[in-house]
């Protein structure tokens, strides 16, 4: 069993007596661990060593940096099997997608470290003779990152790798269903030569430690994901002191399927984008769009592959989905459940196990009105619509209706339509003949409307968050 407390300054701390019990949302009599809820007064100490580290960070060159994340991408992969025992037991993510999960961790330090020797900044011509003219990226100075329980090593890395390389330090916290995970990750980085007070976890409920990180604490910039009330309220809080923000939100994304598509091939994608992680992605599948004339043959193709789409532990090999990872959220997903099956038809939904565990089967509906409240708020769950379309023009305007704009797949082999639904769906990232859950982290991510802030996650447009230009003019005839 795991005991999680604050890591600063390289050193544990627990000041309080406050204590949340974890356990494994399959197995919900198995303990995992207990996690110490620390006082606002460890944020204030997070922040000291925080600017304490990033002004010997700063002076590392970039090849240095570079080298500590590629210390750090090589010690998770010789913890790679214990950290992700740990976060599947922690909430539930099938373990065959959580040793997944930690790989994508492993390149994304990859990938940042390599920035330390890239190119920095541009030369720009002057039209002053004898001047010259450049711009480079400086750092930003302390980043707090507030992550979500639902991608617990990944996420976390796509947000502190960009910040480390760009010369920042961080203040960490995670969501409370992820700090196991959070405080084993720290004990192997700080086991591999972390620099004190590089990062620093602090570990509490957000109504606490995180109004206290966003209202009292000395930092330049916050990086945040989770939900939209929460993250609407992160950026009002950051916007109101001026400093930089970048929020994650939610999203209601749709998978279109045309007359032309393979029923086979999309049933099988869209499934995946909806019910991998139990649904629990801001990416995930919730509306699918067909058109009319191939309706009947889609849903059969959907009931059939439902037969591979196993509901089980989130330990067995075999699982496809395992149970949703809290308390809370078997609550809210079952109310849309029961929601869904009480105004809608039921067109599949699958067994779950006979076991004590927060497990909900995958439903797919139809039946559904664009009013309904389950076509508007995201469930975050293993449940889809079904809603029919006359043609790609009518599909992509049912696409748009919404207030998120996170991703958005079409399923087609004509050329025509794939660009015409590409180009005027109102998503961050649209895609074809590929489900909606995902994107390669070399590449931008985020969304549009109520899902994003407007900036971006991941590949170099991380780079430009997490770090400031400053533009230089030396006039060497003078």
Known sequence: MLIATSILNNSKVSETNEQRECYNPSHLTELVGRIDLSPNSVVKEAETAAISAQKEWTKQTGAQKSQLLYTMAEALSNHAEDLAELGSKEMGKPITEMKGEVQRAIQLFKYYASEGVHPDGDTIPSSAPNVLQYAKRKPLGVVGVITPWNFPIAIPVWKIAPALICGNSVIWKPAENATLTAFKMMEIFISNG???????????????????????????????TGSTGVGQ???????????KFQTEMGGKNPAVVLNDADVNKSAKAILSGAFRSAGQKCTATSRVIVEEHIMNDFKKALQDEM?????????????????????????????????????????????????????????????????HQLWKEEVFGPLIMLVPTKDVQEATELAN???????????????????????????????VNQETAGVEYQAPFGGMKLSSSHTREQGQAALAFYSEMKTYAINHGW
């Open 233 to 243: 309220m992160v950026a009002e809080k950051c916007a109101k002191r001026n400093i």
């Open 194 to 224: 972390l620099p004190e007070g590089l990062i620093n976890l602090i570990v509490g409920k957000g109504k606490d430690v995180g109004n206290e990180l966003l209202e009292n604490t000395n930092l330049n910039a916050v990086s945040f």
């Open 401 to 431: 209706d919404t207030e998120f704009g996170l991703s958005a797949s079409v399923f087609t082999n004509n050329l025509s339509e794939a660009h015409y639904f590409l180009e005027h769906t109102e998503a961050g990232m649209v895609r």
């Open 307 to 371: 037969r591979n789409v196993v509901v089980a532990p989130a330990e067995e090999g075999s699982a496809y989905a395992g149970p949703v990872a809290s308390e809370d959220q078997y609550r809210k997903v079952k109310r849309y459940y029961d929601l869904a099956k009480e105004d809608g038809k039921v067109v599949a939904e699958n067994s779950i196990p006979d076991e004590n565990g927060y497990f909900i089967s995958p439903l797919i509906v139809e039946g559904i009105g664009t009013e």
